[in-house]
């Protein structure tokens, strides 16, 4: 394992290398004694996982391979992120969400708690690229919200409780809670039978 700054690691953690805790952020490149990661028990951390400084992780944590989360990121507990899947910085997730491999989840995103979101979603934060003038404002996921695979998610959305957003679609406006949002740019429907129990 590689270590920058002050980390530190649960009980049961299983590390496999090579991993990489407290990397630097810009702000603090040429410092020694920042804050690096903290991460809770009974973690399992596969190779290729980079966590930066600043990152606060609770119980029950898992990454696939190849995984990155940027500085200043929260995470709750039992947090599953896929292979290859990016957290940009000062994120914050709820507890019991699984990231399936491939998503992308961009700087100023929050996710609430019982999350699912399928392979290679991807939630954006800026409304005019490549300008990246402020402000930058990833989607708002609210509890018990499931994201199907290829999803895109425009900056600043709301995904309001128990919502679906299906496969494939692009959501442009917020959506209602306990609907589905499906197409490009997505309609809001009724749940299918049996989703909203």
Known sequence: MIEY???SVGEGVRIFDPVTLGFPSRERMG???YPGTVIGKDAVLRS???I???VEIGDGFSTGHNVMIRERTKIGDHVAVGTSTVVEGECVIGDHVSLQSMVYI???TILGDHVFI???AVLTNDRYPPRGQPPLQGPVIRDHV???AGAVLLPGVTVGEGALVAAGAVVTHDVPEYMMAIGSPARFV???EGMRD
């Open 5 to 7: 700054g002050k980390n």
């Open 52 to 54: 930066y400084c600043d």
């Open 146 to 148: 499931s994201i199907g």
């Open 118 to 120: 399928g392979p290679n």
């Open 190 to 192: 009724d749940l299918p």
């Open 106 to 108: 961009p700087t100023n």
């Open 48 to 50: 290729g996982t980079v």
């Open 31 to 33: 410092e020694e004694d």
